[in-house]
């Protein structure tokens, strides 16, 4: 079974960056997707980014200002978020989908200030 602990979360000020990290832990193929979704209270969770056979996917709110790598060597994967905007600001769950099941990491907050 996969497991996914992300790191790399914080505060951050409108137009700064930050870089999400999620290793983890079990079977992971590089044909299987692994990525970051977001969510804000009252609002269903968003995928913003996943990879997966070296294949990138984002969604149009964060096109151009994030990009996703994958680490196969360390199981890891990162997102890089750039020109951050206050409506960036959600907990960002790491997520995988492929042989060894599906899994969803604790979540990081991100929070950007005006």
């Known amino acids: 079974q996969v497991q996914l602990v992300e790191s790399g979360g914080g505060l951050d000020q409108a137009g700064g960056s930050l870089r999400l990290s999620c290793t983890a832990s079990?079977?992971?193929?590089?044909?299987?997707?692994i990525g970051w979704a977001r969510q804000v209270p009252g609002k269903q969770r968003e995928l913003v980014a996943s990879v997966a056979g070296g294949i990138t996917n984002y969604a149009d709110s964060m096109k151009g200002r994030c990009i996703i790598t994958r680490d196969n060597t360390k199981n890891t994967v990162y997102l890089q978020m750039n020109s951050l905007k206050r409506e960036d600001t959600a907990v960002y769950y790491c997520t995988y989908y492929g042989t060894s099941g599906s899994a969803w990491g604790q979540g990081t907050q991100v929070t950007v200030s005006s």
């Open positions: 079990g079977t992971i193929l590089d044909s299987d997707a």
